[in-house]
């Protein structure tokens, strides 16, 4: 039961560098989230879609893309790498049809831009 | 002002102590609480929800909620070192995709 798994778990890059964040679930939740956490910030929303080829713009959506075309992934891309996009990046994802909108993280990847 | 406040801390305090958290929050639409646990390099896990005003309990830990005030309360009771993480609060309205966060507080509990 593999759940929901973040690749790579540590990435290095340079400025205006594309790079690219997967995220892949096993449970076929419909949604799924990015969020950056930083000091002093917590979690922030970046994009979320609630099912294949349906994707929204979150809190803080500036300089990133998605794309959904299969219900399991889910990957986030930095079309050109900026320093103040150094942060901890997760996935998360939930089932359509419960009320309390319970989320399931994966284990984070850690993203530095120098 | 953020929809969800929480003290950052950090909060240290000795083995066998009751550690005490809570959240504040501005949007009255808000019915379902979490309360999630993240330990240093991992994602965060749910600890416990709950609905509405009331408590809850399971195990070492209580969560309490009072919609009146709009304030969410996490208790540990017998901490241990084990529970040395950080814990966030989060909420969202009945049937909402998003959840609001707080900043979490940083939690280390002392051998």
């Known amino acids: 039961d593999a759940g929901i798994t973040q690749s790579p778990r540590y990435k290095i890059t340079e400025t205006g560098r594309q790079v690219t964040l997967m995220c892949h679930q096993t449970w076929s939740h419909s949604y799924m989230f990015w969020y950056r956490q930083d000091l002093g910030h917590g979690l922030r929303l970046i994009y979320y879609s609630a099912a294949a080829d349906i994707t929204d713009k979150g809190e803080v959506p500036d300089g990133y893309v998605v794309s959904r075309s299969k219900t399991e992934n889910f990957p986030l891309t930095l079309e050109s790498a900026t320093r103040s996009q150094t942060s901890v990046y997760f996935c998360a994802s939930s089932q359509t049809g419960t009320a309390e909108n319970i989320q399931y993280f994966g284990a984070g990847t850690r993203l530095s831009v120098l | 002002q953020k929809e969800v406040e929480q003290d950052p801390g950090p909060l240290s305090v000795p083995e066998g102590a009751i550690v005490s958290l809570n959240c504040t929050y501005s949007?009255?639409?808000?019915?379902?609480f979490m309360w999630y646990r993240q330990y240093s390099r991992k994602g965060p896990e749910l600890l416990m929800y709950?609905?509405?005003?009331g408590n809850k309990e399971d195990g070492r830990f209580t969560a309490q909620v009072d919609k009146s005030s709009k304030y969410i309360s996490l208790f540990i009771r017998d901490s241990q070192p084990s529970d040395s993480a950080t814990y966030l609060c989060a909420m969202t309205e009945n049937n909402d995709y998003k959840l609001s966060f707080g900043a979490g507080t940083t939690v280390t509990v002392r051998a």
């Open positions: 949007n009255s639409a808000f019915q379902y």
């Open positions: 709950t609905y509405s005003s």
